[in-house]
């Protein structure tokens, strides 16, 4: 469900409200390979890390061990009470991915990671029970 069908438009602050600290100014995006890339930014730790559509590119890409080092780190930016939300790809969708490259075919072989397996691996990190809020495509 999107915050728009759930609360309708959220409008923008008036200006003199307006600041870093406030909504949506206090949101920013940043494009990274946050595996093995510094971001000054973690430092501050986040309130939320959302991970849309990424972790079979970075399992695919990196393998199991890529996997868990994105978690591990998503783990330790989050602030206290903290939330990750991810949206995990199908195993059944990794095979069309690993057609497009060679390398991503060869890395692929060597996967032992299942995406079901990601709650377990959570867990073994520190992070609480996961919360499922459907599939995707679902309810929309």
Partial sequence: MSCE???GSLPVPPSE???RHVF???V?????????THISEDADGYSVVIAFSISKWIHLNGGDEALRSFFRRVYDVLRPGGMFVLEPQAWDTYAKAKRMDER???NGRKLQIR???F???LGTIGFGPAQHFG????GG
């Fill in 24 to 26: 949506p100014h206090n």
């Fill in 17 to 19: 409200t307006r600041g």
């Fill in 104 to 106: 991503l075919k060869e």
């Fill in 119 to 121: 709650g377990n691996i």
């Fill in 115 to 117: 995406p079901d397996d």
């Fill in 135 to 138: 599939m995707t495509g679902e």
């Fill in 5 to 7: 069908h759930e609360f």
């Fill in 28 to 36: 920013s995006f940043r494009t990274a390979d946050w595996t093995s």
